[in-house]
């Protein structure tokens, strides 16, 4: 793949071994501003591995990672908070704190003023939809409101552009605890944001939902990439007869240009 | 808009520590009244009546020194609770406590001196080497990135109580006569051998602490999200987690080489203050320093006016109290009632 410098994030051959067993290899990929990419593939297939590398909780074993340019590893902390924000699959925060105040936590890496911060935890809130929970104690949410509440999180820490880079979003599983409704509200979020030239990349296990929303598709299967592509080219019968081991059907969306999926 | 008023707050626990502190020099063997004392306070040496030896070289030091030392436990408690992100985290129930006290407890047999001027740094630095080392110990053992495991942390604080009393035992075995009187009066020692030397040697770490509030605030709360959560929002854990053992191992294990362990005020103290204010390190550090200062300045008033004229360990009051109130967190925990996983 070429290397294009105006991706904000850019993987090449990555890969990961724990115990001289490869978990992951030969990841290439690239994000650029304003696109959303999904990663799919049934459980164990090296998602969160790759979400590990690319949140830099983990170091590869092979391959690089360029985060607007730079080496990842060449960005002290507080620069990447700037520029980068991360929603983990679960959060552990047991103290009660309002849902307002832990929203608010997202503006901790910049300087732009309480007033300001506070107006943009409003936009958050309104945006994903938690603005009547803003009085009530995290940890008396549901799993779903707290997912809620997280990604307001992260959208508060990259809401508006600075000059130090382009502005990253990792997501992983946001819609894992989430009703249907609410799936689709997250994801509409996630796309606006998207549009304000944001590079996203989200861990998904719904297919359908993966195929209405995201810009390409990157499929893992057994650490490796199966296939990479636009919905109409990643999501066909085969790949999902080889990769998920599921005999299904794959249709035009009756009311939206993308694959649908039945099984 | 947030957890009611918490610039109030402390405004009334600064007046309750005042209020608590005067009150306590007040009273005694020998009544002070109020107008007496604040005439011996403001002017030291208009006259020299008997109310200025009592005020100025007995109750005094002794008031300042459970401020001091209130205020370091009850911080150390609430910022080891932070970076343990559970509320049951006491720094005398993990052993933390317990290390310094094994720390000072050496550095006596070995040949200091429970008077810390004689001893010069090795009592309160060996304290601090005892208290760090347990924490780290503890964090290791009972901090994963999934969380903190709360059982292991308790069960490393029950072993390492255990073993911390072994280690004084052997100590006061062996050690030689003259020693071993500076141990029992150690271990014995209450407030009620305050000095103003003391005061001047818990009280900087004190302050070293109060100002570290300021460092370690902002992280603390990132740290109650998780810790790959904070590193997300641009703290540098390791940093953070190394500044908080430096500083409560500093502030606890001075304060044990001062006065012996004291328990359960870093656990009562910080869990009052969350219920009052919430769990915002910004309010809850400086909060629950003062909430601390003034509950030891009243348990000591408790603790040598009660019996008269015998005097209560102060942490067998301390104890008295708090042990109940963790026990009662505990079963909160088990119904699921109270936060920490």
């Known amino acids: 793949m070429e290397v294009n410098s105006a991706a904000v994030i850019a993987m090449e051959n990555l890969g990961y071994s724990m115990a001289k067993k490869p978990l992951l290899s030969g990841v290439s990929l690239e994000v650029n501003a304003g696109e959303c990419v999904a990663v799919i593939g049934p459980n164990g297939a090296g998602k969160s591995t790759l979400f590990r590398l690319l949140s830099g909780e983990w170091n590869s074993?092979?391959?690089?990672?360029?985060?607007?340019?730079?080496?990842?590893?060449?960005?002290?902390?507080?620069?990447?908070?700037?520029?980068?924000?991360?929603?983990p699959q679960s959060s552990s925060l047991s103290f009660p704190f309002y849902v307002e105040e832990v929203v608010l936590m997202g503006r901790m890496p910049h300087n732009t003023g309480r007033e300001q911060d506070l107006k943009i935890v409003q936009e958050v809130m309104a945006q994903c939809d938690v603005q009547h929970l803003s009085r009530r104690l995290y940890p008396s949410l549901s799993g779903g409101e707290r997912q809620r509440v997280q990604l307001a999180r992260v959208l508060a820490q990259i809401w508006q552009p600075v000059e130090t880079g382009k502005r990253l979003l990792l997501l992983d599983e946001p819609t894992s605890a989430l009703d249907l409704s609410h799936q689709i509200a997250l994801m509409q979020a996630v796309k606006q944001v998207c549009a304000a030239d944001v590079a996203v990349l989200v861990i998904v296990h719904d297919l359908n939902l993966a195929a209405r929303f995201a810009d390409r598709l990157m499929v893992l299967h057994q650490g490796k990439v199966a296939a990479q592509g636009t919905a109409e080219q990643v999501v066909q019968p085969e790949m999902i007869k080889q990769v998920f081991q599921v005999q299904a059907r794959v249709m035009k969306h009756p009311d939206y240009d993308c694959p649908l999926v039945v099984s | 808009?947030?957890?009611?008023?918490?610039?109030?707050?402390?405004?009334?626990?600064?007046?309750?520590?005042?209020?608590?502190?005067?009150?306590?020099?007040?009273?005694?063997?020998?009544?002070?009244?109020?107008?007496?004392?604040?005439?011996?306070?403001?002017?030291?040496?208009?006259?020299?009546?008997?109310?200025?030896?009592?005020?100025?070289?007995?109750?005094?030091?002794?008031?300042?020194?459970?401020?001091?030392?209130?205020?370091?436990?009850?911080?150390?408690?609430?910022?080891?609770?932070?970076?343990?992100?559970?509320?049951?985290?006491?720094?005398?129930?993990?052993?933390?406590?317990?290390?310094?006290?094994?720390?000072?407890?050496?550095?006596?047999?070995?040949?200091?001196?429970?008077?810390?001027?004689?001893?010069?740094?090795?009592?309160?630095?060996?304290?601090?080497?005892?208290?760090?080392?347990?924490?780290?110990?503890?964090?290791?053992?009972?901090?994963?990135?999934?969380?903190?495991?709360v059982a292991t942390m308790l069960l490393a604080g029950v072993a390492i109580n255990a073993m911390t009393s072994a280690c004084i035992s052997y100590l006061a075995t062996v050690a030689e006569d003259v020693r071993l009187r500076n141990l029992v009066f150690w271990l014995m020692g209450s407030f009620n051998v305050?000095?103003?030397?003391?005061?001047?040697?818990?009280?900087?770490?004190?302050?070293?602490?109060?100002?570290?509030?300021?460092?370690?605030?902002?992280?603390?709360?990132?740290?109650?999200?998780?810790?790959?959560?904070?590193?997300?929002?641009?703290?540098?854990?390791?940093?953070?987690?190394?500044?908080?053992?430096?500083?409560?191992?500093?502030?606890?294990?001075?304060?044990?080489?001062a006065v012996?362990?004291?328990?359960?005020?870093?656990?009562?103290?910080?869990?009052?203050?969350?219920?009052?204010?919430?769990?915002?390190?910004?309010?809850?550090?400086?909060?629950?320093?003062?909430?601390?200062?003034?509950?030891?300045?009243?348990?000591?008033?408790?603790?040598?006016?009660?019996?008269?004229?015998k005097e209560l360990p102060i942490g067998v009051l301390t104890a008295v109290l708090g042990a109940p109130f963790f026990l009662f967190l505990v079963s909160q925990r088990r119904r699921g009632q109270l936060y920490g996983s």
């Open chain 1, 61 to 87: 074993s092979e391959g690089n990672i360029k985060f607007n340019g730079r080496s990842l590893v060449d960005w002290p902390v507080e620069d990447l908070a700037r520029v980068r924000a991360v929603m």
């Open chain 2, 1 to 149: 808009m947030f957890h009611a008023h918490p610039k109030l707050l402390i405004a009334i626990l600064a007046a309750l520590m005042v209020v608590a502190g005067l009150y306590s020099i007040s009273s005694g063997t020998v009544n002070i009244p109020l107008a007496d004392l604040l005439r011996v306070l403001t002017q030291p040496d208009s006259s020299s009546g008997a109310y200025d030896l009592v005020v100025w070289k007995i109750r005094l030091p002794r008031v300042v020194l459970t401020i001091v030392v209130g205020a370091s436990l009850a911080l150390s408690g609430a910022m080891v609770q932070g970076l343990f992100r559970n509320p049951l985290a006491d720094p005398s129930l993990i052993g933390v406590s317990g290390g310094a006290a094994v720390g000072a407890a050496v550095a006596i047999v070995l040949g200091g001196s429970w008077q810390l001027v004689e001893a010069s740094w090795a009592v309160p630095f060996m304290a601090f080497v005892g208290g760090a080392s347990v924490t780290l110990l503890v964090y290791r053992l009972g901090v994963s990135p999934m969380g903190t495991s």
């Open chain 2, 194 to 257: 305050s000095s103003w030397q003391k005061v001047v040697w818990v009280a900087p770490f004190t302050v070293f602490a109060l100002l570290m509030i300021f460092k370690v605030w902002k992280g603390l709360n990132a740290l109650l999200l998780g810790e790959s959560e904070a590193r997300h929002l641009g703290i540098e854990v390791e940093k953070l987690r190394l500044w908080v053992v430096i500083t409560s191992a500093l502030a606890v294990g001075v304060s044990v080489a």
């Open chain 2, 260 to 309: 012996g362990v004291v328990g359960f005020v870093g656990l009562v103290v910080p869990h009052v203050i969350r219920l009052l204010i919430g769990p915002d390190h910004r309010w809850l550090l400086p909060a629950s320093a003062l909430l601390g200062a003034a509950l030891l300045c009243v348990a000591d008033l408790a603790a040598r006016t009660w019996l008269e004229p």
